[in-house]
Nanobody, 123 residues
Framework: QVQLVESGGGLVQAGDSLRLSCVASGRAFSGGAVGWFRQAPGKEREFVATVSVNGGATYYADSVMGRFTISRENAKNTVHLQMNSLKPEDTAVYYC????????????????WGQGTQVTVSS
């Protein structure tokens, strides 16, 4: 079993930056991919970014490409999401998720989920 806890969310202005962190407890998640997803009010949860087990491969949603960076520190059981040039449309609850094996973009492919952290970007 893997437990995931997100942190780092908050209220910022458009153009600001935030760094989200996801820390795993229980069995380390170093054996699989980790992803970040987000869900805005009234919308479905959507893919943001994912990183492979060794950190060598990363993939992003088109909407965040060039602004967000995902990274992982397996020794610390931690994955980060650096978010720059934030926009009001980035406002959502951000979730960390873990899975066995390769990276994936679908919500249903992930086995473990955190409780989420709120990111609010004002214009």
């Amino acid at each position: 079993q893997v437990q995931l806890v997100e942190s780092g969310g908050g209220l910022v202005q458009a153009g600001d930056s935030l760094r989200l962190s996801c820390v795993a407890s229980g069995r380390a998640f170093s054996g699989g991919a980790v992803g970040w997803f987000r869900q805005a009010p009234g919308k479905e949860r959507e893919f943001v970014a994912t990183v492979s087990v060794n950190g060598g491969a990363t993939y992003y949603a088109d909407s965040v490409m060039g602004r967000f960076t995902i990274s992982r520190e397996n020794a610390k059981n931690t994955v980060h999401l650096q978010m720059n040039s934030l926009k009001p449309e980035d406002t959502a609850v951000y979730y960390c998720a873990a899975k066995r094996g390769f990276t994936a973009r679908n919500v249903g492919d992930y086995d473990y989920w955190g409780q989420g952290t709120q990111v609010t970007v004002s214009s």
